[in-house]
């Protein structure tokens, strides 16, 4: 196993919460379009910000670990295993869509064909057009372009700690500058397609990640020491979550700060989580959740495939007089979802990996072994 492919547990548990908060909200949302599932169906539209903290992480890590030891990265062959992780499966579900323009997974109208193929059909992008989930992948490919060219640039300086804290601030500053000025100016509110779709309103969800990775890679005594108290770490992250979560799903925050901040706060509190997971006794790295591990693996291939499965099966239930709201109908399509991601998975996405591992292979990070968590598996970061 590659050192750089071993995964820490608690990683697993907080991937797997991400893709079922997704389905649980795409099950509201298109199949039952009823509360099904309560206020965790409210926020489950939240699963997103989760995947984006440790993306943030996942990724921040890997370019930053070489800068702090004085190395220098391959940007080519980083961007090379990116696009060999994340292009097969996208573009094997976009040749899907492209195939059946009509019928149940149909949306209102597809952005044009290069935005699909450059991933930026979030610009622009409304509710009710067709493969609109591929919006996170949107900002999640962008940052995969910045991110790499301002760790190429910071690896330049002197003091590319200090720099990048800057940088970092200033961005998250902007998010917030430009969340607060769709609100002021054009009444869009945080769940407005304008906002809830924009780059520049959403690529902040990216940031705790980040700063977690520049802690654990710029300040390795601070990080070791907030280790030590990872499971106050992992309660305030939970508090915090829940609150932002509660406020923002009961109205408890008024439109403009909800727009404004409650990203950033919904982020925030992932991202204590994900710092908590790091730390080896953490309540996520000592409790196994069953099955966690595998949804984990499966969860992009998962968070691509399942919203069209869910829209295929949809009319079915109401052809056939069923209740959606029944729990052996919930857990039939929940498995239909998580089925179709695993196919994906199996038929896609790992060749490719494959590949990945031949033409690209990991580099070896000095004493990454002492990384590996118990139980530790293999993971496509």
């Given at each position: 196993m590659p050192p750089s492919t071993i995964r820490l547990q608690g990683l697993d548990t907080l991937r797997a919460c991400a893709i079922v908060l997704v389905l649980v909200s795409h099950y509201a949302g298109f199949v039952s379009h009823a509360p099904t599932f309560g206020i965790l169906g409210n926020v489950g539209w939240s699963g997103v910000d989760l995947f984006f903290v440790l993306s943030g992480y996942l990724i921040g890590n890997q370019l930053l670990a070489p800068v702090a030891r004085g190395e220098t990265s391959s940007t080519g062959s980083f961007f090379a295993r990116r696009l060999l992780?994340?292009?097969?499966?996208?573009?094997?579900?976009?040749?899907?869509?492209?195939?059946?323009?009509?019928?149940?997974?149909?949306?209102?109208?597809?952005?044009?064909?290069?935005?699909m193929l450059t991933f930026t059909q979030n610009i622009g992008l409304a509710y009710g057009q067709t493969f609109t989930h591929s919006w996170s992948l949107c900002i999640e490919e962008q940052f995969y372009v910045v991110l790499p060219l301002a760790v190429l640039a910071l690896a330049r300086v002197r003091r590319p700690a200090r720099l990048a804290w800057c940088v970092l601030l200033g961005a998250a500053a902007l998010g917030v500058a430009a969340r607060a000025a769709a609100m002021l100016h054009g009444g869009h509110d945080a769940f407005a397609a304008e906002v809830y779709y924009s780059t520049l309103c959403r690529f902040g969800g990216l940031l705790p990640g980040v700063a977690i990775a520049?802690?654990?890679n710029f300040h390795p005594t601070l990080f070791a020491r907030l280790q030590a108290h990872a499971n106050a770490i992992f309660?305030?992250?939970?508090?915090?979550?829940?609150f932002v979560l509660h406020a923002m799903a009961r109205d408890g925050f008024s439109p403009f700060v909800a727009t404004t901040f409650g990203f950033p706060l919904v982020a925030a509190g992932f991202g204590l989580l994900v710092l908590s997971a790091l730390g080896p006794h953490c309540i996520l790295n000592r409790v196994r959740v069953p099955g966690a591990a595998s949804l984990a693996l499966w969860s992009y291939a998962v968070y691509l495939a399942h919203k069209p499965i869910f829209m295929a099966i949809r009319p079915q239930a109401g052809r056939l007089g069923i209740d959606t709201g029944a729990p052996w109908w919930i857990g039939a399509i929940m498995a239909a979802g998580i089925g179709g991601g695993w196919l994906l998975y199996r038929l896609v996405e790992t060749p490719f990996m494959r590949l990945r591992e031949r033409w690209y292979p990991a580099r070896p990070a000095p004493a990454a072994a002492a990384a590996q968590a118990p139980g530790g598996t293999a993971v496509q970061p």
């Open positions: 992780r994340t292009l097969p499966n996208y573009y094997a579900m976009l040749a899907i869509y492209l195939l059946l323009p009509h019928g149940p997974i149909a949306g209102s109208g597809m952005p044009p064909l290069w935005q520049m802690l654990k309660a305030a992250g939970l508090a915090t979550t829940a």
